[in-house]
């Protein structure tokens, strides 16, 4: 068997959670006005930015329409013009008692009038502008787009808003996942850190896909929700994640690793292979100065990479079988080759595992 003194090392407790990917901005486009499709400028799944053209919905009628409203324009303007000019000349002859007060009157409520019907005139030609604007669908954000829904020649926006197409945009993308209130508690009461506080701190998270090992993608929390669901006792969490390259999809599963801040201590590391389980517990197989195996029941702490730290049961000269554990049976003796591990990086970026150097015991 192969047998190895725990390592002490300065290690960071990590919250562990499963939860679901999401797009950063995911935009459902639709048929804000009625006409046919006359035009379709993508393809099916294509990278696309913003401001980018996509469909074109048949414009002659909005066309039209917006060149009755401007001509309406003209005519109220025309008509505003009219009524100023008669109150500027009623006004001169008021002046010279040439005419009525009452004519004056009359030609401001004709100019006041007109004054409304201009503006009533520009909102509409904004509005018939407007529309025709609708009939090109453009991407609000750089993004990804999926299948078109619609083919051109077909009637959309008829009655309701028509679905055209979804964009997506991953790159960051999110993953949510929740927090029991139990767990949740805790970590304050540990870190002295609230979950408004840790939104703005961006602490560490890793994440791992369904197929991945560890958790290789780095990014930070940027959500807390602000306050707990009643029906099931969890905060709402929410990471960010760099993603330029699109592997990661919306809709997968996700495990999350989450640091802990102010967690740091130095604490005893074993090959998480080394621990071994059974209806009493946990427990490690040691070797005493006459190479005799002892099972000893240990306490088991938070996890360091591939390892485990132990909080009671294990001292820092003890060796513990690490290889080997089928063949070493409690109370026989073995000969034990030695060896060293190496430290846990407590950031995740290594692991414990045996080291070349081999020492026969005597």
């Not at 430290?343 to 081999?358: F, H, I, M, R, W």
Request: glycine residues 8%; charged residues 25%.
């Amino acid at each position: 068997v192969t047998v190895s003194q725990p390592v002490r090392q300065q290690v960071s407790e990590y919250l562990e959670f499963t939860g679901n990917t999401q797009a950063f901005n995911s935009v459902q486009l639709v048929a804000r006005v009625q006409g046919y499709l006359e035009k379709v400028f993508f393809h099916d799944g294509d990278k696309v930015k913003m401001g980018q053209p996509l469909l074109l919905i048949q414009q002659d009628t909005y066309q039209a329409r917006l060149k009755q409203a401007e001509a309406q324009v003209l005519q109220q303007q025309a008509g505003l013009n009219h009524a100023q000019t008669e109150l500027d000349r009623f006004g001169g002859l008021v002046q010279q008692h040439a005419a009525a007060q009452t004519d004056v009157d009359n030609w401001r409520f004709e100019r006041d009038n007109a004054r409304a019907a201009v503006v009533a005139a520009e909102a509409n030609r904004d509005l018939a502008k407007l529309d025709l604007d609708y009939t090109k669908v453009v991407a609000p954000f750089d993004g990804r787009i999926d299948r078109r829904l619609k083919d051109p020649g077909n009637l959309v926006g008829a009655g309701e808003f028509t679905p055209l197409a979804q964009i997506n945009q991953i790159d960051p993308i999110y993953v949510y996942f929740t927090i029991n209130e139990t767990e949740l508690l805790r970590v304050i009461k540990q870190t002295n850190v609230g979950p408004a506080e840790a939104e703005q701190m961006k602490i560490p998270t890793s994440l791992a896909l369904s197929d991945e090992k560890g958790y290789p993608h780095q990014g930070y929390l940027d959500f807390t929700a602000i306050s707990i669901t009643p029906t099931t006792g969890t905060l709402l969490l929410r990471a960010s994640y760099p993603n330029a390259d699109g592997t990661i999809l919306p809709g997968l599963f996700a495990r999350v690793r989450l640091l802990v801040v102010n967690s740091e201590k130095m604490a005893l590391v074993v090959p998480e292979a080394a621990i071994g389980y059974d209806q009493l517990g946990s427990y490690l197989l040691v070797v005493d100065d006459n190479n005799v195996v002892e099972r000893r029941p240990v306490k088991l702490g938070i996890q360091a990479d591939d390892g485990r730290v132990i909080e009671e049961g294990l001292g820092d000269q003890d060796w513990v079988i690490v290889t080997g554990l089928l063949r070493a049976i409690p109370g026989n003796t073995v000969k034990p080759i030695r060896k060293a591990l190496t430290k846990t990086d407590s950031n995740g970026d290594a692991s414990s595992a045996p080291t070349e150097l081999e020492k026969q015991s005597p």
